[in-house]
């Protein structure tokens, strides 16, 4: 491994990973490692890098626009309305789609207040003509022969070599070095991103409980 080049692409990173592995029987299963890497990337991190837009996109009909191919979670939406109309854009509450809020709770020709994801789109309540900008969190482009850099094995090529070992450690079935580099990889992961936005994501229940209870003692009190 004295010669061994750095990692800064996904054919670096496959020699890296194989080098470390030093079994020949292991060294096919290499590019599907780092495939299962990739997916815990993208169930686990929630990182501003992942942070993506798209829009303003006209609302179809049923009063939305298509989720984004590569979205993993929403963070935020922003509805403008059909111009030249003097309405601000609004930026947007997220309800679940079977909540009462979305379905009832809101005026049928007013400016939307919720929007929830169902059948594929970014859905708005009430569904009046405009706009929806969408912020998310997109996908890590994945590392391939045809496109072997990304944002994230620059940025961090450890990360990647790591998340690979433990997967292949997993793949052996051997407790003892998966829990090392699983140690390893989380502990690069926070000294590289610190706080992340995952923390965020894992709130968001208990925030749109608090958002109905505020809008409950709102009614109350009128």
């Known amino acids: 491994m004295a010669d061994l080049a750095p990692i800064t692409d996904y054919p670096s990173l496959l ?100 929007y929830t994801l169902l059948g594929g789109k970014v859905r708005i309540a009430a569904a009046v003509p405009g706009s929806l ?21 620059t940025k961090a090529p450890e990360v990647y070599l790591y998340a690979a070992l433990w997967e292949a450690m997993l793949f052996q079935k051997d407790e003892v070095r998966s829990a090392q580099w699983s140690v390893l990889l989380n502990s690069r992961l926070a000294a590289i991103f610190g706080q992340t936005d995952s923390q965020k994501v894992g709130t968001r229940q208990a925030r749109a409980a608090n958002d109905a209870a505020d809008m409950a003692a709102a009614k109350n009190m009128t």
């Open 15 to 114: 020699a890296a990973l194989e080098a470390y592995l030093a079994r020949d029987d292991l060294q096919a299963f290499a590019p599907l490692f780092v495939q299962q890497a990739e997916g815990r990337f993208n169930t686990d991190l929630k990182v501003v890098d992942m942070h993506a837009s798209v829009g303003p996109t006209v609302l179809d009909a049923s009063g939305g626009v298509a989720l984004p191919a590569d979205f993993i979670d929403w963070i935020s939406v922003r509805w403008y309305p059909v111009a030249p109309s003097t309405q601000r854009p609004l930026f947007l509450n997220y309800r679940e789609p079977d909540s009462p809020e979305f379905r009832h709770r809101h005026r049928p020709n007013g400016v939307p207040s919720f």
């Open 133 to 153: 900008e969408v912020f998310y969190y997109e996908r890590i482009p994945p590392l391939t022969v045809a496109s072997p850099v990304n944002w994230l094995i």
